[in-house]
């Protein structure tokens, strides 16, 4: 499953449970309660650390979705822009050169993630402790924020930005987040929810 059709149905099952799809302060405030999350589970040593990350990368294709942005374009973009790769449109589909006449589609996340990593040891950034990775990813959040609150141009790469740290962390502790993050949207689909006290949905 391309990202591109995975962030499709994460803003179907948010409409389908009603859940908020115009305040993106809102999707902010989530997205830092998931990251929180994630952090906690690595922490404790859980085994939902993956599932927790799922859920970070997930609200975020929500904000992509949201605004009309496909994620998956504007990762390639930025890791041509940040890592020297060439990039081509190709019958409408992004297309990737990593070397002279080698030629591949537009990554699962699980390929993408890898090459993420491989470029950070090339560059020498790739030992970087969990808690450097998250801090890291904090304020990649709030980069992001600000463009969209300033409407500063840079929203997409921002949102790609995020996407890149969540992945780093993820290739890391060999956590597949691609998978991880389709057997999150099927477990939600299930989910049951209901509004709390404040008007917020809360699962059951």
Same mark, same amino acid.
């Given at each position: ?12 099952? @948010? ?5 908020? #799809? ?8 989530? +997205? ?10 690595? /922490?404790? &040593?859980?085994?939902?650390? &993956?599932?927790? +990350? ?9 904000? %992509? ?11 390639? @973009? ?11 449109? #190709?019958?409408?589909?992004?297309? @990737?050169?990593? %070397?002279? &006449? ?5 990554? +699962? ?14 560059? &020498?950034?790739?030992? %970087? ?5 998250? /801090?890291?990813?904090? =304020? ?18 921002? +949102? %790609?930005?995020?996407?890149? /740290? ?7 502790? =060999? ?13 939600? @689909? ?15």
């Amino acid at each position: 499953m391309q990202m591109k059709d995975i962030q499709n149905e994460i803003l179907e099952n @948010k409409r389908r449970h009603n859940f908020n #799809t115009t305040n993106l302060e809102e999707e902010f405030c989530y +997205l830092y309660g998931e990251i929180r999350e994630a952090y906690e589970a690595y /922490c404790e &040593g859980w085994d939902t650390f &993956g599932e927790e +990350l799922a859920d970070s990368v997930n609200f975020l294709m929500g904000i %992509a979705e949201i605004k009309g942005i496909d994620l998956a374009t504007e990762i390639l @973009k930025r890791m041509a822009e940040i890592g020297g790769y060439t990039l081509q449109q #190709t019958n409408g589909i992004v297309m @990737k050169l990593n %070397a002279p &006449g080698l030629q591949h589609d537009a990554r +699962l996340m699980k390929d993408i993630q890898r090459e993420i990593h491989e470029k950070e040891v090339e560059l &020498g950034s790739g030992n %970087a402790s969990v808690e450097q990775m998250f /801090c890291n990813l904090y =304020g990649k959040v709030g980069e992001a924020y600000e463009a969209y609150y300033k409407n500063l141009g840079t929203f997409e790469k921002e +949102l %790609a930005n995020i996407a890149i /740290c969540i992945m780093s962390i993820a290739e890391n502790n =060999g956590i597949d987040l691609g998978a991880e993050s389709v057997k999150k949207v099927e477990k939600n @689909k299930s989910r049951v929810y209901k509004k709390n006290a404040l008007g917020y949905m809360v699962h059951l």
